[in-house]
C-alpha cells in the first residue's frame, strides 16, 4: 500500500471542503467547484488489510463509498490517493491503520 495522502484543502482559503446537504464539496470561496469522485473498495488486498483493522466498508445514500471505524471514516480514491478525517497530517495509511490497530488493543 503506497497511497498518497489526499489533498483536500483549499489553496485559497485554506479549508477542508465539506458537503452541503445536498452533497456538494464546498470551501469557503463562493461558487468554487470541487471534483468528489465518491471513493472506492481499494484492491483485494487493500480491502482485506482495512478489514482486518476492524473498519466496515459503507456505501451511503448519496452513492459514497468509504470504510467506518469508530467515529474514523476512511476513504479510498481511485487516484490512488487515501484520506481519513481523523489521521494527522503526514501520516501515511500504512501507519494510520498500525495506529488504530494499537487503539484497538486498548479497547476491552
Ligand atoms: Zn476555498
Known sequence: MSRLRAIRHCPDC?????PDPLGR????CPGKPWAWDGGY???DEER???ESCGFELTTDAAGEVYYC???HILY??????WDSDKAPN????EEYLNSV????GEIP
Open 101 to 104: 490497530s494499537a487503539v484497538q
Open 48 to 50: 482485506k488489510k482495512i
Open 76 to 81: 479510498l480514491f481511485s487516484d490512488g490517493t
Open 25 to 28: 464539496l464546498l470551501c469557503a
Open 69 to 71: 471505524w469508530n467515529g
Open 90 to 93: 503526514g501520516m501515511t495509511l
Open 41 to 43: 473498495p481499494g484492491t
Open 14 to 18: 485554506g479549508q477542508t471542503p465539506s
